[in-house]
């Protein structure tokens, strides 16, 4: 056991374990505050034919010390903890997850619309998939209920019955349903219950259930009609989708001992993230973070009052036959910038479900990927809209990660592929989180609140430009802004960018500088209330971007027309 | 630096796990020969229910006082109409079951009477013979012969002679394949993006299809399907490679497994074609060097399907023609062409592996 403080340490090692990819992430205290390193990435190797994530962590930290040229394992491949006089070593480890098998779970409320729904929200903060819901509107026969909780065979059931001091009968009766239902499952297939419903029956609930499986109680998610809370359930059922992982997953508990805290799930400590950033920028806005992963797409928004969390299963690589089953195959076609014969751009998508971590190797198959990544932003982004699962509409900043976006070989490609995907309105800083570093941030956070905060304020992410979007009803090829930069140096620089247009100001990573913008008429910017006032903005490595294309995007039916466009915008960004 | 393995041997090892999901009966012995469709495994599930609860129905107002109505324990046997509870009495109230079965659960004042269950069973899969036993779940099968893994499978299993028609390896399923000769037999293919050719091959009906490749369009057609069909290479309209080409050419007639699972990661089960040959073999290696020399299939385009030989490990990250950074292996194809390819994107072929009889 170690026992040192953090005040004592230095060196910290995070190790993200994903579906596809094993991350090792070093950071360290560089002139008297803490630095993100390096990175060093592996294939994750819990799965087929490793099934142990010990190598997989193993390859990650060689290249990383490779990386930073410092010896972090001994001769046997031990992690060295703590650092030595030497300078070998590492302080502190910790450890997220967010690569495990499907976790499956089947959710249980009274009204259809109300408690069932929280209780599927719930279930869409943690990596899992809901294989069946059951309310008391449902219209199949009790017995036919029954049939189909068994046929679901879930690891875990999420029930949530009531507001507090509302329906107490039915939820005990529902309560003895699942209870009759599990003593017919043999013990070990039988699932761990979550109940987050009324509490004035929370007692009676455990007492009908926990003879037939481990119960959890954590507070009502739906303490009254108006009110939903997710964040004290949402973190209990992220424990017990560890602890489903922990018995499927080998290796987790033989490295968890030594982790300077339990390893967590990536989906907690992302949000845990998030709920900090939302207290620093605009409380009018939100910080939105978006992770596109291998198996999901997790979005999380906060402001200083609410921080939400969805999860869904759709990604761009073991994810990625979900999505094809979701996303018209045109809500794909319709972003290609060159011209790919329908059956071979189907074979390809569909060819990428097979081989779940593969990588474009020529121009079309990086132009159908990135395609296939607006497409299933565009499909996402609209799923977590009609759930009302974000806070607010506009966005300062947008955080964005996943190896689909990073490895894009040129920023005003990643660049379009998210103004294009999410559409973002306002004035909108873009910050790419190339290492993937926010979900390690926020399992040390945990422990040491000062890293994260210092590793913010470093280069550890990258600006990628801040966009200002500009909404006008005047005719294509009309003038309808004169910006002008002012840099630090006093010099300047002036635009005019026309409706339909999209332009960028140079201003570097790092750099600020003022904007001054002059508005035609019935032309304005949302969330900018005197846009004539010069306002600061943030350099990226895109510049400032006034996006003046409209929303929602018009895109034209004709393809060659359509294509055309794109390879302009790309053009006009410098691409 | 290690790479994953798309089995494909000549003879080989084989063993396979075959259990049940929840505990049944093992109706195997070790050492006892199987054929594909033995059965190695069986439970009963249930699948429909009778729910009754007394307590409401009695419109009592405790657990306890309904359970002393019911005159039934679980396990009991009841035969449509029998008596599940009742109040007694010169008015006696009376709960009955509407159909036969078992009494499964009584919990709080509640009955559960299993209606109607469904065989679950497991089979052997190919012959073989059984060489462990699982404690109430199943056997271990090995047997020695070929095998080739693939890409894709309809989730159904099934064997017959194989049917080889060198011409047809070449291009897509045609209907003089699926002639009455064709029927009980697997026919293989280079392709297959016609639905009516898998309608015609239900019809007849074959017992398995094997393709290079299949048009995504069938996917949902060929879930439908009773009969496997295996895809050794994917999606659109590669061929099969000319490794497994050649094996498969090698053992026409004999009596081939079509186990058109889909892929699973977490379990590493994975569509496989097994051979059974009488020949001593030895087992094959799941994880690999990779090594210069070595022998690789593509799985993805501009090269999907094209056999290749490892021609250099590349230390750090490559550039790609797309202009991509990632780790790559620098492959050189059998008309000489030399390309950098992702490490995910291909798989190698173990020729290692490929002993005739066995090696001490």
Redesign the interface.
């Known amino acids: 056991m170690m026992t040192q403080s953090f005040t004592d340490t230095s060196s910290v090692l995070g190790i993200e374990i994903g579906t596809q990819n094993t991350r090792a992430v070093m950071f360290d205290i560089v002139e008297g505050t803490y630095h993100f390193l390096a990175s060093g990435v592996a294939p994750s190797t819990q799965k087929a034919p490793f099934f142990d994530i010990g190598e997989g962590i193993l390859a990650a930290i060689t290249k990383l010390q490779l990386v930073i040229g410092r010896t972090l394992m001994d001769h046997d491949g031990n992690l060295i903890i703590p650092t030595q006089r030497n300078g070998e070593g590492v302080d502190k480890l910790f450890l997220t997850v967010s690569g495990g098998p499907e976790v499956k779970i089947t959710t249980f409320g009274l009204l259809n619309e109300v408690t069932l729904e929280s209780a599927n929200r719930l279930a869409q903060t943690v990596y899992g998939s809901v294989k069946d819901s059951f309310g008391i509107n449902d219209k199949r026969s009790v017995q036919d209920q029954m049939a189909a909780l068994l046929a679901a065979q879930p690891d875990i059931i999420l029930f949530s019955g009531g507001t507090d001091r509302g329906a107490s009968r039915s939820v005990v009766r529902i309560a003895q349903m699942i209870a009759l239902v599990l003593s017919t499952l043999p013990q070990k297939n039988r699932p761990e219950i979550l109940y987050c419903g009324n509490h004035t029956v929370a007692k009676t609930v455990v007492e009908i259930l926990e003879r037939q499986a481990k119960v959890s109680v954590a507070e009502n998610i739906r303490p009254t009609l108006e009110d939903e809370d997710l964040q004290n359930s949402s973190e209990e059922l992220s424990k017990m989708v560890l602890n489903v992982w922990s018995r499927q997953i080998e290796g987790l508990s033989r490295i968890a001992p030594l982790c300077s805290e339990p390893p967590s799930l990536s989906s907690q400590n992302y949000q845990r993230m998030m709920r900090f950033l939302g207290k620093l920028y605009d409380p009018n806005k939100a910080v939105l973070g978006i992770d596109i992963g291998s198996a999901y797409t997790t979005f999380s928004t906060s402001n200083s009052k609410k921080c939400t969390l969805s999860i869904l299963p759709y990604g761009m690589g073991d994810g990625f036959e979900n999505a094809l089953n979701r996303i018209k195959i045109d809500d794909i076609e319709k972003w290609l910038v060159e011209s790919v014969p329908r059956d071979e751009l189907k074979s390809i998508l569909w060819q990428k479900t097979l081989t779940p971590g593969s990588v474009p190797i020529a121009e079309k198959g990086l132009v159908i990927d990135q395609a296939a990544t607006r497409g299933l932003l565009e499909y996402t982004l609209k799923e977590v809209k009609r759930q009302s699962l974000l806070v607010g509409s506009t966005f300062e900043p947008i955080f964005i990660s996943g190896s689909t976006i990073t490895h894009a070989p040129v920023p005003q490609q990643i660049l379009l592929t998210i103004l294009d995907s999410i559409q973002p309105t306002g004035v909108t800083p873009l910050i790419i989180d190339k290492h993937g570093l926010l979900p390690l941030l926020g399992a040390i956070a945990r422990q040491n609140a000062l890293l994260p905060v210092q590793v913010m304020e470093t280069s550890a992410f990258i600006n990628l430009a801040t966009v200002i979007n500009v909404e006008s009803k005047a005719p294509d090829g009309t003038s309808i802004v004169n910006a002008r930069i002012t840099y630090n140096s006093g010099s300047y620089m002036d635009l005019e960018v026309k409706q339909g247009t999209i332009a960028t100001l140079p201003l570097g990573s790092g750099e600020v500088g003022t904007v001054t913008l002059n508005l035609s008429r019935r032309t304005m910017i949302e969330g900018l209330i005197t846009p004539s006032e010069p306002f600061k903005v943030h350099g990226g490595i895109c510049g400032v971007v006034i996006d003046a294309r409209g929303r929602p995007l018009a895109l034209s039916k004709d393809e060659n027309s359509r294509r055309e466009k794109y390879k302009r915008w790309l053009f006009m960004l410098g691409a | 630096m ?1 790479a ?2 798309v089995q494909t041997h000549p003879l080989i090892q084989i063993r396979r796990n075959r259990t049940l999901p ?2 049944g009966t093992v109706l195997v012995r070790i050492g006892q020969k199987v054929t594909t469709n033995d059965v190695v495994a069986e439970t009963e ?7 009754v ?1 007394v307590m409401r129905s009695f419109g009592l107002s405790t657990p306890a006082q309904a359970e002393q109505l019911i005159n039934r324990k679980v396990g009991d046997q009841v035969d449509k109409n029998d008596i599940l509870a009742e109040t007694g009495g010169m008015f006696s109230r009376i709960i009955r079951t509407p159909r036969a079965g078992t009494i ?2 009584i ?4 009955m ?1 009477v ?1 209606t109607e269950k469904y065989k679950l069973s497991i089979n052997a899969g190919f012959n073989g013979k059984v060489v462990e036993l699982i404690k109430d779940h199943g056997a271990v099968v090995e047997t020695n012969g070929v095998l080739i893994q693939g ?2 499978g309809n989730g159904r299993t099934g064997f017959g002679p194989l049917q080889i028609d060198e011409h047809q390896l070449d291009v897509e399923l045609e209907t003089a394949s699926l002639g009455i000769q064709n029927k009980g037999t697997v026919v293989c293919a280079g392709f297959c ?1 016609r639905a009516e050719l898998i309608d015609a091959a239900a019809s007849l009906p074959v017992a398995g299809l094997i393709f290079g ?1 299949i ?3 069938l ?1 949902q057609l060929a879930q439908k399907q009773a009969f496997p069909i295996l895809v050794i290479e ?4 590669t061929l099969i490679n000319d490794y497994a080409r050649r094996l498969l050419v090698t053992n026409a007639g004999h009596e081939i497994t079509v186990n058109a699972v889909k ?6 089960e994975r569509p496989e074609l097994i051979i059974s040959l009488p020949a001593e073999a030895d087992a094959y290696r ?2 690999v060097e990779l090594r210069v020399g070595q022998l690789t299939r593509v ?6 399907g094209q056999l290749a030989m490892v021609d250099s490990l590349k230390d750090g990250l490559t550039t ?7 780790n790559a292996v620098g492959l050189k194809f059998l008309n000489n062409e030399k ?7 291909f798989e190698l072929i173990d020729l290692d592996n490929r002993y005739i009889g066995t090696s001490k």
């Open positions: 290690n994953s393995v929840v505990p599930m249930p699948s429909r229910f009778h729910y609860d499964l659960s919990r709080n004042g509640q559960l299993e890409m894709w993006s490749s048009n995504p369009d996917i994917g999606y659109g309209k892929w699973n990661r977490w379990t590493g799941e994880i799985n993805t385009s501009p090269y999907a790609l023609p797309n202009r991509i950074k990632t390309a950098a390819i992702p490490l995910h994107n």
